[in-house]
């Protein structure tokens, strides 16, 4: 399996502690992070706490602004992929038929 490598930044305390801990379980920094990516793709999901940091701004503008648009009926959902991909493809036909007017 081919390794590769991946930057990132983060608090100096905060890497600092994880290394520490990790030593503590007899593990490494990269091999905690890997089992985190892995789940990442697994499960396709992010999970924050009530402890974690607040959202940066653009974070917590967007989420705001999809709330808004929740509360307004501004959200489409679907089944299936196959019901999403049909809408978008009327939204095609629609804007095509109005840009050529």
């Known amino acids: 399996m081919q390794s ?3 930057n990132f930044t983060t608090q100096e305390e905060i890497k600092q502690e ?4 990790a030593r503590k379980m007899g593990i490494s ?3 905690v992070l890997n089992h985190y990516l892995k ?3 697994k499960t396709k999901t992010v999970v ?3 402890e974690d940091e ?3 701004k653009y974070l917590s503008r967007v989420l705001k602004e999809s709330e808004a648009d929740v509360k307004a009926g ?3 959902s679907f089944k299936t992929g196959k019901d999403a991909l049909h809408y978008l493809n009327e939204e095609i036909k629609n804007d095509k ?3 050529a007017n």
Not at 18 to 21: E, F, G, S, T
């Open 29 to 31: 920094l990269s091999m």
């Open 48 to 50: 924050f706490s009530a």
């Open 54 to 56: 607040v959202p940066n």
């Open 18 to 21: 994880a290394q520490k801990v």
């Open 74 to 76: 501004r959200v489409v």
């Open 4 to 6: 590769a490598v991946i």
């Open 39 to 41: 789940h990442f793709v």
């Open 97 to 99: 038929k109005t840009s």
